[in-house]
């Protein structure tokens, strides 16, 4: 059974942001990644019986959103995943009389500004992911006071995610995952690729992957689509933005080379190659 827990669960996007911690338990797992939907890890230090470490550092700005951190077994297929809660600077702009001093409260939280002289102000607040409207009140130099609800013009966070491989050999199966942030169940289909082995329950589906051609991977739920473009290559790198905890054992079947390399090209295998890029702190794209 693998664990996984990361505190604290909410984070707010902005430079220099304390992490969250990571801790992954996985005592029977043979080999463990850790991946993560936005923002990067740090490298895992391991705490001994099966215990694992590592800090999650959210993207500097961004819309309010949601992340995923996920931790799976190579060998065996089994995560286990967290959700984060992204906060995310935005500016409620308003026209209200010059001078009038002006207040938004979104989730409980209060900031205020003042409004120039030709009555514009702009509220800087922090929004939660999922957030539409700001409660805005406005009193003049006389005191009258003004209240209104002002919508949030922010584009909707991301709420369903998709694990895979940026590439993978063809013919080799790949297992990949979906996962939602809400108890709704992903469904996987591929275009390119036949899907095995399919598991979906609330929040989470996987499955295998087997490409015959270039892959369109594509996660469904709750009118929510998430793709993911696959290409077709000689081997199998693990997902982008993923870090290994503990690479002691050799490469599953499906990550190495399609076809034997000769002796000049072999590539060093998992237990002597120096750390790759996928070891260094993750920084998935887009973040």
Known sequence: VITLVVTPAQLKMEAGAAP??????????????????????????????????ASYTPPPTGKPT????????????????????????????????PGALVAAVVHGRRATARANAAGH???????????????VTATDAA??????ELALELPPPDRLFLLAPSEVAAGQPVRVWAFATSA??????AAGASLSSIDARPGVATASLRAHAEVTLTA?????????????????????GSIALGDARPPPKWGQSSAPPSASSAPPSA???????????????GA
């Open 143 to 148: 005191g009258n006071v003004t209240t209104n």
């Open 66 to 97: 949601f992340a995923v951190v996920a931790a799976w077994d190579e060998a065996s297929g089994e995560a286990a995943t967290a959700t984060l809660m992204l906060l995310g600077r935005s500016e409620i702009p308003v026209e209200t009389e």
């Open 271 to 285: 237990s002597s190659a120096p750390p790759s890029a996928s070891d260094a702190p993750a920084q998935p794209p």
């Open 20 to 53: 969250a911690m990571v801790t992954v338990t996985a005592p029977a797992a043979a080999r463990v990644r850790l991946w993560c939907s936005a923002g990067g890890l740090s490298r895992a230090r391991a705490l001994g019986g099966g215990r694992f470490a």
């Open 220 to 240: 469904a739920v709750a009118g929510e689509r998430a793709q993911q473009h696959i290409r077709v290559a000689a081997r199998t790198p693990p997902p982008a």
């Open 121 to 135: 102000a702009r509220v800087p607040l922090w929004v939660w992911p999922g957030d539409r409207t700001a409660t």
């Open 184 to 189: 709704a169940t992903p469904a996987l289909t």
